[in-house]
């Protein structure tokens, strides 16, 4: 579990293509790496990936087919530059939202535009994604916490203000580019909540009406 909250960019120094997966050397900048080990989980651009062998100013990590089939990784060059986060402890500020690491797929960016000192970005989302993008809702975008500002149909507006912009890759982003998006957790449960049904886990549908709460005192 992550935050969204950037702690380093990182530089992608090494790419090797292993068939349909992809074996990642991340050079981690300032990112502290004196408590990482073999198996914690760093988000990169906002994907999770563990870590497969520990150096000492990065890590390298492995990259699935699934994985890169719903992000922009299959598109990075040695030299692009990823915002990195270490997994979340206990003790760890939440100041962002919660973030899974799994992307949900790609988006485009449309328009980029400045709004005083800030950066104004409008966003176009596969059309499947756009119904848990909600107006002030959270998104994550290659692995950046960011509050959703308008909506239209699947395109949304964000708003960069100049401290998340100069410490993320968000501040490079030009109309064209490709970002890894994750929407908001709790949109997706919440809609498995009401879209669930008896009979897709076997069980009986149940007796119990509203009208029967009602005959039975439960409701008034």
Request: charged fraction near 25%; glycine fraction near 10%; include cysteine.
């Given at each position: 579990m992550f935050t969204g909250i950037i702690e380093s960019v990182?530089?992608?120094?090494?790419?090797?293509?292993?068939?349909?997966?992809?074996?990642?050397?991340?050079?981690?900048?300032?990112?502290?790496?004196?408590?990482?080990?073999?198996?914690?989980?760093?988000?990169?651009?906002?994907?999770?990936?563990?870590?497969?062998?520990?150096?000492?100013?990065?890590y390298v990590a492995d990259i699935s087919a699934e994985t890169v089939s719903l992000t922009g990784f299959a598109k990075y060059q040695v030299g692009t530059k990823v915002n990195l986060e270490k997994a979340v402890t206990p003790t760890t500020r939440l100041g962002g939202h919660m973030v899974?690491?799994?992307?949900?797929?790609?988006?485009?960016?449309?328009?980029?535009?400045?709004?005083?000192?800030?950066?104004?970005?409008?966003?176009?989302?596969?059309?499947?994604?756009?119904?848990?993008?909600?107006?002030?809702?959270?998104?994550?975008?290659?692995?950046?916490?960011?509050?959703v500002n308008e909506v239209k149909d699947n395109r949304f507006r964000l708003t960069i203000v100049p401290h998340t912009a100069g410490e993320t890759t968000l501040e490079s982003l030009k109309p064209g580019d490709k970002v890894n998006i994750e929407v908001d957790l709790i949109a997706r449960h919440l809609e498995r909540l009401m879209t669930y049904t008896n009979k897709e886990a076997s069980v009986p549908e149940s007796n119990v009406t509203m009208d029967l709460l009602a005959r039975s005192g439960f409701l008034r």
């Open positions: 990182g530089t992608l120094r090494k790419i090797e293509r292993l068939g349909d997966d992809i074996r990642l050397n991340v050079a981690s900048n300032k990112l502290d790496l004196s408590d990482v080990r073999l198996g914690d989980s760093i988000a990169t651009n906002g994907v999770c990936l563990t870590v497969v062998e520990c150096l000492s100013d990065g899974s690491g799994h992307v949900d797929g790609v988006a485009s960016v449309d328009v980029r535009q400045y709004r005083g000192k800030s950066i104004e970005f409008w966003l176009s989302a596969p059309v499947d994604l756009a119904r848990y993008i909600a107006h002030k809702g959270s998104i994550t975008i290659d692995g950046v916490s960011l509050t």
